[in-house]
């Protein structure tokens, strides 16, 4: 039988550390917390090994640009570099094809890992069509809650005379008075004309704030204050695509302005929050001038109708209220005269 010898040096290693192992047994306090300490890196060491495993650690893929490029293609080259394409929105953009990628996210030449979603925003192969909802006979504000729950809008208002202030009279799709048996559809986003009463003593109107408002708020607030959406301008840095971001920075006509039923308001939108919240201020300051005049006007014209009451209806002080009165109407014709 072979035997075989061991170094009393390794041998005294091994002895030594039986030694060591013996004495933390015969501490059961101290040997339980090193087993503790000895498990805990264990599942540190473990749980890093299976991070790197799930997270793909190392396995970076460079996004490629899919702007401009069709859906199907896009799908395809994502594969080949083991991404995932997500249609998150779509648009109608009449000078692009159908199912072009507009935009993505994250952009073109990002890092990113394997498996990663790609956001895009397609081009439509056509705006989608909805049935115009017939608001004849009904309070204009009801008509444009409805007009716009059906995603659409205002063209124009027409103000006729009528005793019926700010009731439509007719409603019109490209020249066609409609009924309530039509059955029309537009594109959506499009917008109807309105004709609308209009009681010659009531034929004004208060300006609303449109300034920071996004374009389709800046409509709704003007259209239901018997308002017309002049010109639309918007800053050189916005398209099709950030266009929904923008927000009013000025409008012709400041808010809190006196002005007649049907008065085009024209509106200037940007991306610049530091012009919007300048244009903004400005404008707040205005229009509290504005209002202070108004209340004073109108405080005048209270006290001058009292007077003539304690007189019991001197003419005299019946033309100083139809005086003050007529003071009080300072209404604003054109939105050219002032802008903010």
């Given amino acids: 039988m072979e035997n075989r010898s061991v170094s009393p040096r390794r041998a005294g290693r091994k002895s030594q550390k039986q030694s060591l192992w013996a004495q933390l047994k015969s501490r059961p306090l101290l040997y339980h917390a090193v087993l503790i300490v000895l498990t805990l890196v264990a599942i540190i060491v473990l749980s890093s090994l299976l991070m790197m495993v799930i997270t793909r650690h190392g396995t970076h893929r460079t996004v490629p640009d899919f702007t401009g490029v069709k859906i199907d293609q896009a799908r395809n080259e994502a594969k080949d570099k083991a991404l995932e394409i997500i249609i998150n929105d779509s648009l109608f953009v009449p000078a692009y094809e159908g199912g072009i990628v507009l935009d993505q996210l994250p952009k073109g030449g990002a890092e990113v890992k394997a498996g990663r979603k790609v956001y895009v925003t397609i081009n439509s192969f056509r705006e989608k069509m909805v049935k115009v909802p017939y608001v004849a006979g009904r309070s204009l504000r009801q008509a444009k809650n409805m007009l716009e729950v059906a995603g659409l809008g205002i063209e124009k208002l027409v103000y006729v005379e009528d005793i019926a202030t700010n009731y439509v009279l007719a409603e019109i799709v490209d020249g066609r008075e409609l009924s309530e048996q039509s059955n029309v559809e537009l594109e959506m986003g499009s917008g109807v004309v309105l004709k609308v009463g209009v009681d010659a003593e ?96 109108e405080q005048e014209r209270q006290d001058s109708l009292d007077r003539v009451e304690a007189a019991g209806g001197n003419p005299i002080f019946e033309a100083l209220q139809e005086s003050s009165s007529a003071s009080k109407s300072t209404v604003v014709e054109s939105e050219e005269e002032e802008w903010f």
Avoid: C, M
């Fill in 202 to 297: 009531k034929n004004s109107t208060i300006v609303p704030k449109a300034i920071g408002q996004s374009l389709q708020s800046a409509k709704s607030r003007l259209w239901e204050q018997g308002l017309n959406v002049g010109k639309v301008n918007f800053d050189e840095d916005i398209n099709l695509l950030n266009q929904k971001n923008a927000r009013v920075y000025r409008q012709s006509l400041g808010h809190n302005t006196t002005t007649t039923l049907g008065t085009s308001v024209s509106l200037w939108l940007t991306l610049d929050q530091e012009k919007i919240d300048k244009s903004s201020a400005a404008s707040d300051k205005i229009a509290h001038e504005l209002e202070e005049e108004r209340l004073r006007l």
